[in-house]
């Protein structure tokens, strides 16, 4: 047993954190998100992803997550898919508070500020849970240092799917701290391409027939004012990617920051 009485049969394996499940919230039979303890020596840049698993056999599944709250967190929060028979998903799926989660100990990644270029506008194109990298960096100071506003699209099938990105919205609206700072700095453009919504689309369509720009009352990217961090299904990463290099802009990484970055969300 462990330190909360839980069974355990395997031993945690040498260099992996074993932290604590502290809350988990359900949203829909395929998306959930949690959240654990963060070790004291565990340092992250927000938008970093981090390789996690189950101390539930004696060589555990390991899968890669977005950290999805923001580097100043004391908690570790993840948002995940579950996948009925994923090695990890569908063990992960039914964690309970008091539970141990492993954690590696090294964060890394593109979407991160650092391979940016300052500038006006960074719009964050997420589907699915690829919003999470996202939850992390609308939450953190530096991000509206670097940028004077902040797009956040996020494209679901369905409205139940869109629910964890207007919770983390409405979240940053009401914060005492920095309510005000995003109400003016943050935009969010949520769609959806299988259920009726304000905006049903796909964020291809919607870029490239300028319907995003428009809506939002905003110039045609541009790589003068604009960045893009782009994070959901590899397809999408292509689609979306070939039309931010069409409108001029160029990739960027923490060696040499540029215009774009990508990354694909974990999917399985
Ligand atoms: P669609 O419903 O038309 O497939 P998933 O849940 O499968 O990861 O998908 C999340 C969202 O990403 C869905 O709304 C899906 O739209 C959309 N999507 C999938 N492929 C692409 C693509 N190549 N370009 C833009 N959006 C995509």
Known sequence: TNEIGRKQDFPIPAGVHAERVVSVKHYTDRLFSFRITRPQSFRFRSGEFVMIGLPNAEKPVFRAYSIASPAWDEELEFYSIKVPNGPLTSELQKIAPGDTVLLRQKSTGTLVNDALSPAKRLYMIATGTGIAPFASLIRDPDTYDKFDEIVLTNTCRDVAELHYGNELIEALRADPLIGELVAE?????????????????????????????????????????????????????????????????????NAAPADFVVERAFVG
């Open 185 to 253: 700095r943050v935009r969010y453009y949520p769609t959806t391409t299988r259920e009726d919504s304000p905006v049903k689309n796909r964020i291809t369509t919607l870029i490239e027939s300028g319907q995003l720009f428009s809506d939002l009352g905003v110039e045609p990217l541009d790589a003068a004012h604009d960045r893009v961090m782009i994070c959901g299904s590899l397809d999408m990463i292509r689609d979306v990617k070939e039309l931010v290099e069409k409108a001029g802009l160029a990739e960027g990484s």
